[in-house]
Every structure is written in C-alpha cells, then in structure tokens.
C-alpha cells in the first residue's frame, strides 16, 4: 500500500492505494487562509502539519496502514515559509497568491535587468527573494532572525 498527500492551499488531500493502484480510502483536511491586510495571503505551518496528521489518521480509520511501504507528498512550491536558526517558523507562511510585494519585484527587476534571463522567472510576488525583501524592509527584527527557508513541503517532511 501506499499513501499519497497533496498539500495545497485549500486543503489536504490523502490518499490510500492498493499495491495495484486502486484507491482503498481518501481523506480532505481543509486548511485556512489568513488575509490580515489588503493583499496578503498567510498560512500558519503549524496548520499544514495538523491537517497532514488528521488525514493519515482518519486513513488509517478506513483502512489498516500496518501494510504502508511508502509515503509521497506534493504541494505548492511558491510561497515563504521563513525560519531562524533553530529551524524555527519566523512567521505566517506568505503564500504563492499574495500580492503585497509587487513594488518589491518591480525594484528587483529595475536592480538586475537580466533577471528573467537569468532565472527564466518574472520577478513575481510568490518567489522568496521579494518577499524576504518586503518583510524584511517592514520588520528589522525580522531580518535579523531569518536564516532559512522552505516549502510547505518540507515542514511536513521535518515535523
């Protein structure tokens, strides 16, 4: 058997397959969205692991896990889970939709006018470097913590 898990914005979403490939249980933890100010869409991680845990458990519900040989997960990529040190969360999660960093991409891009070259990327509010710069240019006790990042990904793999 094995158990799949998608975490994406919304949600959750496990899945238990039969060494044959047929779906033998399926589970969906929803997930909330923090919008504290105009633009801005949080996530506490915190959040991403407790629903992660609530869908493997309500699997194993349906179905003994006993079998389990292998566990995959996929999620969003974009976004800014940032963290100290101590591989501690720093803050909410910026999420890959929020905008509040726009004037931080058109700076970026002004700075270094071969970054879509370079990168292959527009210069966009979901990648890290514009959001490490717009929380930092707001929050200097912030920057001087932050160490680290990671996706959301990666929190659940590590919790």
């Given at each position: 058997?094995?158990?799949?898990?998608?975490?994406?914005?919304?949600g959750?979403?496990?899945?238990?397959?039969?060494?044959q490939g047929?779906v033998l249980a399926t589970q969906?933890?929803?997930?909330?969205?923090?919008?504290?100010?105009?633009?801005?869409?949080?996530q506490?991680?915190?959040?991403?692991w407790?629903?992660?845990?609530?869908?493997?458990?309500?699997?194993?519900?349906?179905?003994?896990?006993?079998?389990?040989?292998?566990l995959?997960?996929?999620?969003?990529?974009?976004?800014?889970?940032?963290?100290?040190?101590?591989?501690r969360?720093?803050?909410?999660?910026?999420?890959?939709?929020?905008?509040?960093?726009?004037?931080?991409?058109?700076?970026?891009?002004?700075?270094?006018p071969?970054?879509?070259?370079?990168?292959?990327?527009?210069?966009?509010?979901?990648?890290?470097?514009?959001?490490?710069c717009?929380?930092?240019?707001?929050?200097?006790?912030?920057?001087?913590?932050?160490?680290?990042?990671?996706?959301?990904?990666t929190?659940?793999?590590f919790?």
């Amino acid at each position: 058997m094995y158990i799949g898990i998608d975490l994406g914005t919304s949600g959750v979403k496990a899945i238990l397959l039969s060494e044959q490939g047929d779906v033998l249980a399926t589970q969906t933890e929803t997930l909330q969205v923090s919008r504290p100010h105009p633009l801005w869409s949080e996530q506490d991680p915190e959040q991403w692991w407790q629903a992660t845990d609530r869908a493997i458990k309500a699997l194993g519900e349906q179905h003994s896990l006993r079998d389990v040989k292998a566990l995959g997960i996929a999620g969003q990529m974009h976004g800014a889970t940032l963290l100290d040190s101590q591989h501690r969360v720093l803050r909410p999660a910026i999420l890959w939709n929020d905008g509040r960093c726009a004037e931080e991409c058109a700076l970026l891009e002004a700075r270094v006018p071969a970054s879509r070259e370079i990168t292959g990327n527009l210069m966009m509010p979901a990648l890290l470097r514009p959001n490490y710069c717009g929380c930092s240019a707001t929050n200097r006790r912030f920057s001087v913590r932050w160490r680290k990042s990671c996706c959301r990904k990666t929190i659940c793999v590590f919790a």
